[in-house]
């Protein structure tokens, strides 16, 4: 196998960049609620965002390490990033490279933690461990039920109400109450992935929440996800809790809609890789307009 590759495309499937919504919407708009703050620090922002996309491109990396090591990628399978089994990158250098990003991060965790709270990095460390274990180790939290509650809680609430604590040094109701239904998307995505490797999966002996459902039920249980998150929301503007602004993010609907409705009619694998693209991409316009709306919410207050 090679150590490296010249073609940047490569490594650029290797990130998974469909995926890496999950990763700067939560950043986007904890920074959000926290720009009202009198000391808000864009370089904060900037650090932040950084950390967390580096610690999900090494998080699909190790996936894409232990899915190989374990047999459950080959040359035919499709979705995957397929650095190892198709362009002949070592597996090595996979595993490498994936430390590498885990070590950058916590660099820049440690700098941030030096200029706020150390109990940062000990969050942030936490996430990490999360990050690796997702795919590796003896039993992995890809193979159980637990997938979409791990990314949801790490990559939704722990990481907006950081960016949001590094600028305003609290926490408060609003920040956690907003968080929620961008776990719940979150979760969306790993569990179309799961539904979209549901046959393989299966196959592996792998136990995820879309195979103890069951693929039709996985589909509704998806679409539950979107109407929740989009509830969530609405909940919060008609209640007061929030403005009316973060209702901008109704604009994620119809793409939430497109998503289900591929599951539904899906008759190729890559149909499915396209539901599972518009479930991604429901959450990038989903927490987009989110953000949108609070800094709305707060030019406008």
Request: proline share 4%; with cysteine.
């Amino acid at each position: 196998m090679k150590l490296f590759s010249n073609d940047w495309k490569v490594w650029w499937r290797l990130l998974r960049p469909h995926t890496l919504t999950a990763s700067f919407v939560p950043v986007c708009i904890g920074t959000a609620l926290a720009l009202p703050h009198p000391n808000f620090r864009p370089s904060f922002f900037f650090l932040m965002l950084i950390a967390s996309m580096l610690i999900q491109c090494a998080s699909n990396m190790f996936n894409e390490y232990y899915d190989y090591q374990r047999g459950l990628d080959t040359k035919d399978s499709v979705g995957i990033g397929g650095a190892i089994v198709r362009d002949g990158i070592a597996p090595s250098t996979v595993y490498r490279i994936a430390i590498a990003f885990l070590s950058v991060a916590f660099l820049l965790g440690l700098y941030i933690s030096s200029q706020t709270s150390w109990c940062i990095i000990g969050i942030g460390f936490l996430c990490m461990i999360v990050a690796y274990l997702y795919s590796g180790g003896p039993y992995p939290i890809s193979a159980t039920p637990f997938g979409e509650i791990a990314a949801g809680l790490c990559l939704g609430v722990i990481v907006i109400e950081i960016a949001y604590y590094i600028q305003t040094g609290t926490i408060n109701l609003l920040s956690v109450l907003i968080s929620l239904p961008t776990a719940i998307l979150i979760g969306a995505i790993l569990m179309a992935n799961n539904i979209r490797d549901l046959e393989e999966d299966t196959s592996h002996g792998r136990k995820t929440l879309a195979i103890l459902l069951g693929r039709s039920r996985a589909v509704k249980f998806l679409a539950g996800m979107f109407i929740l998150a989009i509830a969530w929301i609405a909940a919060l503007s008609f209640s007061g809790a929030a403005s009316l602004w973060p209702l901008l993010t109704l604009i994620s609907l119809p793409k939430a809609i497109t998503a289900v409705n591929k599951f539904h009619n899906a008759s190729s694998r890559q149909a499915e890789i396209e539901a599972m693209i518009a479930t991604a991409q429901t959450n990038t316009i989903f927490g987009l307009a989110l953000s949108i709306g609070l800094l709305l919410q707060y030019w406008f207050s």
